[in-house]
């Protein structure tokens, strides 16, 4: 059977959970389940730590796993990333008191307070920047307050919170992250991973695209077609009355309503969007 870690807590939790759901796995009804065996589909679902899971999968001891981009990278493990999942973004910066450092460069020497000590440290090694790096559990805005540390390196949303301590990012971000799958670097399954692939994508593609119909003057179809080419190609049937045509093709989810109006206005009728529950592409 094929194992893939799910995260079993966290904003990561449950998103992974819906997406491997909409891809057709069993997942678990309990939050205290965490080993979920899906016999029809001949995988294992173990709910992990989000922070554990690239190790798993790096030292072979799961196929596969589902968690943040921030978290493989500071794992220093073997996974690697397979896909970006589209949910849990989040940006990674650094932050200090207002004309401490304004750059990167500048955080030479100072102390750096985190809860990723393994990305932090690689980025400031691959800037040539000596700097002490402070490793924190949770919440690190207070760092600087507390006298642990002179910066913070911390995922930034709003910046709210950073504020409320009299703090200020600087520089560029460190990483941008969000929610991934990962495989072992050398794992000796790729096709059973690929398969997971496939309808993680799936899910991804039914969720930004819809899929349009509408009818058309006949003479109108190649117009009507420049507005809504597909992924391929629109398909295209003749309906009774052969002065019209019927088209279908999928279009993206966010410019649904202004098609439409572009196809009316050009002349189709009978415009009609249905939702896409998966698809392989």
């Not at 650094?94 to 000590?117: K, L, M, N």
């Amino acid at each position: 059977m094929l194992r893939i870690a799910v995260p079993n807590k966290g904003s990561l939790a449950e998103p992974a959970a819906e997406m491997l759901r909409e891809a057709g796995y069993r997942v678990r009804r309990d939050a205290k389940e965490l080993v979920v065996t899906d016999s029809d589909n001949e995988v294992e679902l173990f709910y992990l730590r989000p922070r554990d899971i690239a190790l798993y999968v790096g030292s072979g001891t799961i196929d596969c796993g589902i968690t943040g981009r921030d978290l493989l990278l500071d794992s220093g493990s073997g996974a690697v990333e397979v896909m970006a999942l589209g949910f849990g973004g989040s940006t990674f910066r650094y932050a200090g008191r207002p004309g401490q450092c304004s750059s990167v460069p500048e955080i030479s020497g100072h102390r750096v307070a985190t809860s990723y000590p393994g990305l932090v440290e690689k980025h400031l090694a691959d800037r040539g920047v000596s700097a002490q790096v402070v490793r924190l559990d949770g919440a690190v805005e207070t760092a600087i307050t507390l006298g642990v540390a002179e910066v913070i390196a911390d995922v930034v949303e709003t910046g709210a919170t950073l504020r409320s301590q009299g703090l200020e990012v600087f520089g560029d971000p460190i990483l941008r992250s969000e929610a991934v799958l990962v495989r072992r670097g050398d794992t000796e399954r790729p096709g059973a991973v690929d398969v997971l692939r496939r309808r993680l994508a799936g899910v991804i593609t039914a969720r930004h695209y819809v899929m349009l119909d509408y009818d058309v003057p006949a003479e109108l179809v190649e117009g009507a077609c420049a507005i809504t080419p597909g992924l391929e190609s629109p398909t295209v049937s003749p309906l009774q009355n052969r002065d019209w045509a019927a088209v279908r093709a999928m279009v993206p989810r966010a410019r649904t309503n202004a098609i439409m109006d572009e196809l009316y206005e050009l002349g189709a009728r009978a415009i009609l969007v249905t939702d896409i529950a998966a698809c392989r592409l």
